[in-house]
């Protein structure tokens, strides 16, 4: 046979000669020392030196209270210093930056310089190019809101999230975060129901609020995603088309080691990863992204970056800043980030952990239970607002995480199942139960901690401990909704955080306005609505194990728990008359925004899916069956030999050779089923396609992929194209 080099040889070959690469500019003591930190934001600090003192303060009331910007006047003294301070830091275009329903961020650069007619120019920004711009909206997403033809659509200003700009080799770019629409003042975007959300939460937790007698005026939702990631060499990564068109493999036999030995999570950082963590940290600094924490986690090649609190709108900016700049600087450093939810198989995939609370303009945390809070009343009617919400709306939480991606982790075999139910800890259950008998007397105290170390600390333990099993969990002042996938934006679980939480917050509000009404005092008004409320909410609170078979008969069986355990499973309920009512009742979305999206999600799931099985159905006939057909006649030529040389031949090559021509026999039945039903003409609405794509399509891909994985275990090492899982996840 011909030889030839095995390209998988070669990318190893490359990466054992690899260097880790410098952080070119990138010192993390520079920060500290030059203060550096927010360097690219046009913050407030910055407004308030560049603008004047009137047009500031008249700026600062939309920041902080969400007043309207009405006088144009601002707008374009604002754009004026925006646009100077941008040149000054070397900006030669700037760009409305925006959230479109892809999921992903979109821009279109304009040039701040504009011709004179005399052969000159001169740079211009205006307040109206400031506050709105017009993108070509045609090839958006837009779910039957309009139609194709029509391609207008506008992006607005969103002063509450600061403009940034984002630095090439050739000079930088100011963005401006916007808000995207169609020329209907319908949202085509995740941006505008965010803002829309945390305002009807701002106005229910301030009507609340004032019965406690708080002065606060505007109330926050606050978030600080928890981002998982994978890192493998572009060398590895250029040689598989599934990672490169689907973002996960779709072959890969288990490795020999995966995460068993539990020796990679928050294990010593590798070198090479470090510097690119380094660097990526520095670029997020600059850009005013909080980010704090970083470490190994569970899967090998695995990693987690992590911020502080923020308010949603600026966290869900800036997780999709992490997210690009991620990927920006990885690149530099011969790396691919993959933040596919289940890159590979049979180990952990990647999530993103949202922790959220409530903060008033005062900066007090609405959901900090402070040292008594057994005598904590207004906590106590902020606590049940929340486990209200998730009792009668888990099925919006569940749908707000559901794409394809997510399918491989929600209700599969690791955190968290698709059941939503809430865990508070041993402090808050004996909280709760009180408060449900109608007799609160005390709070649960935490024991001290004997190490039996003279030289440790003696510290007092926590009253409960956390439940990583939990997909949405209370974790000492905000709540980790656990179950968001690693690619996506926060927006939209955000969006349905703020918008049953306000809904609760209405209704407990109005029930306590109530009751004062009819002459009780606030604490007796609290203590006629709670227990009933906690009666009709505690079915949502468990605090055991997640993954257990009980647990799961018992949440449907006993207490009547939904279990949507995939994609298009939840999609419907998006449009279900309890979420129309609920969403149109605080100008969130509106019926038809509601029925676009669920549109556009399930149109969302039918690509992917098609997306991966075609590039199955490709990896299969082309890479992996002509690789096994090569090994195939390299075993029988071997067998003829010893046959031709009169050497009896061992059963053991002769079962080899059977296993090789029948696994390769399965692998090409199971693609020819494949691509009849690829080919098939299904007819019908999205739904009826997604259910086609999952019950029809899935399953046939991994037929063929299990007959692929069978044939790497195999196949020689020399012949096998595809880089394996233990070079991927291990080599560095």
């Known amino acids: 046979m011909p030889s030839f080099t095995n390209p998988r040889h070669s990318a190893i070959s490359a990466i054992a000669a690899r260097h880790s690469v410098s952080n070119p500019g990138a010192s993390l003591k520079d920060l500290r020392d030059q203060q550096l930190f927010g360097i690219n934001v046009f913050s407030e600090d910055v407004m308030k030196q560049r603008l004047p003192k009137n047009i500031f303060e008249t700026l600062c009331e939309t920041l902080r209270q969400g ?6 006047i601002v707008a374009d003294v604002v754009a004026s210093a925006m646009k100077e301070w941008a040149m000054e830091r070397g900006a030669t275009h700037f760009t409305h930056w925006f959230l479109p329903m892809t999921g992903l961020t979109a821009e279109k650069h304009d040039s701040f310089l504009q011709p004179t007619g005399d052969g000159r120019v001169i740079s211009e920004f205006s307040g109206k190019e400031l506050i709105r711009g017009e993108p070509d909206a045609s090839s958006f997403p837009s779910g039957g809101l309009r139609a194709t033809f029509e391609a207008r659509g506008y992006t607005y200003w969103d002063a509450t999230s600061p403009a940034f ?8 770019i100011l963005c401006i975060p916007t808000a995207f629409c169609s020329w209907t003042g319908e949202a085509l975007d995740k941006k505008t129901p965010l803002l829309r959300s945390m305002e009807a939460l701002s106005t229910q937790a301030v009507r609340m609020l004032k019965l406690f007698g708080s002065p606060a005026t505007r109330v926050t939702a606050t978030a600080g995603p928890e981002q998982e990631y994978f890192l493998v060499d572009k060398s590895f990564y250029y040689l598989r088309p599934d990672l490169v068109n689907a973002g996960r493999t779709l072959f890969g036999a288990k490795p020999p080691k995966g995460q068993e030995m539990e020796d990679h999570y928050f294990g010593s950082i590798p070198d090479r990863v470090l ?3 380094q660097e990526i940290e520095f670029e997020l600094y600059k850009l005013g992204v909080p980010v704090k924490t970083r470490h190994n986690e569970v899967a090998p090649s695995q990693y987690e970056i992590a911020p502080v609190f923020e308010s949603a709108n600026v966290a869900t900016d800036h997780n999709m800043l992490v997210m690009e700049t991620m990927k920006r600087i990885a690149d530099r450093h ?3 980030l993959l933040l596919h939810e289940k890159p590979f198989a049979g180990i952990n995939g990647s999530g993103k952990h949202l922790n959220w609370s409530l903060s008033d303009n005062l900066g007090n945390n609405l959901l900090k239970p402070g040292d008594a809070p057994h005598e904590n009343f207004q906590f106590m009617v902020f606590l049940a607002a929340v486990l209200r919400s998730v009792a009668r709306h888990g099925d919006l939480l569940r749908l707000s995480v559901a794409f394809a991606g ?4 929600l209700g599969a075999n690791e955190a968290p199942p698709a059941i939503i139910s809430v865990f508070v800890g041993d402090m808050l259950q004996h909280l709760i139960d009180q408060i449900e008998k109608g007799e609160i ?3 649960l105290r935490g024991k001290v901690i004997d190490l039996k170390a003279p030289t440790l600390p003696r510290p007092e333990a926590d009253p409960g401990d956390r439940n990583r099993t939990s997909p949405f969990a209370f974790t000492g002042n905000k709540f980790e909704f656990r179950a968001l996938g690693s690619s996506q934006s926060i927006a939209g679980p955000i969006v349905v955080l703020n918008t049953i939480v306000a809904e609760s917050l209405d209704f407990l509000a109005g029930r306590i306005e109530a009751e004062l009404q009819n002459g009780k005092d606030l ?26 078979e009980a647990w799961h008969k018992e949440a449907v069986e006993v207490r009547g728990l939904p279990n949507h355990k995939n994609t298009v499973d939840s999609l419907p309920n998006l449009t279900s008359p309890k979420a129309v009512e609920l969403f149109t009742k605080y100008h969130v979305f509106t019926q038809r925004e509601l029925e676009s999206r669920r549109e556009i999600l399930l149109e969302n799931y039918i690509k992917t899916i098609s997306i991966e099985s075609q590039i199955t159905l490709e990896m299969a006939r082309t890479i992996v069956i002509p690789a096994a057909l090569r090994y195939q006649t ?3 030529q071997a067998i003829a030999s010893l046959k031709a040389a009169g050497v009896p031949i061992p059963s053991t090559q002769m079962q080899l050779l059977e296993e090789l021509a029948g696994t390769i026999g399965e692998i090409q039945q199971s693609a020819e089923h494949l691509a009849q039903a690829i080919e098939s003409n299904h007819h019908g609405d999205t739904l009826r396609h997604a259910q086609f794509m999952r019950d029809q399509v899935i399953p046939v891909m991994n037929r063929v992929r299990a007959a692929g994985d069978k044939l790497e275990t195999l196949v020689a090492d020399d012949l096998w194209p595809l880089p394996t899982y233990q070079e991927m996840l291990f080599l560095k």
Do not use: Q, W
């Not at 007043?67 to 144009?72: A, C, F, N, S, T």
């Not at 700009?165 to 930088?172: C, D, P, Q, Y």
């Not at 203590?527 to 505690?538: R, W």
């Open 334 to 336: 011969g790396l691919k």
């Open 634 to 636: 390299e075993v029988a």
């Open 523 to 548: 604490k007796s008004a609290i203590m006629a609505v709670l227990p009933g409320v906690i009666s009709e909410s505690k079915k949502v609170i468990f605090n055991g194990d997640n993954y257990s």
């Open 275 to 277: 510097v690119c963590m």
């Open 165 to 172: 700009l984002v630095e090439t080799s050739n000079g930088a």
């Open 441 to 443: 007397k005390e709070t």
């Open 67 to 72: 007043k309207e910007l009405r006088d144009p």
């Open 406 to 409: 997510n399918d491989h982790r």
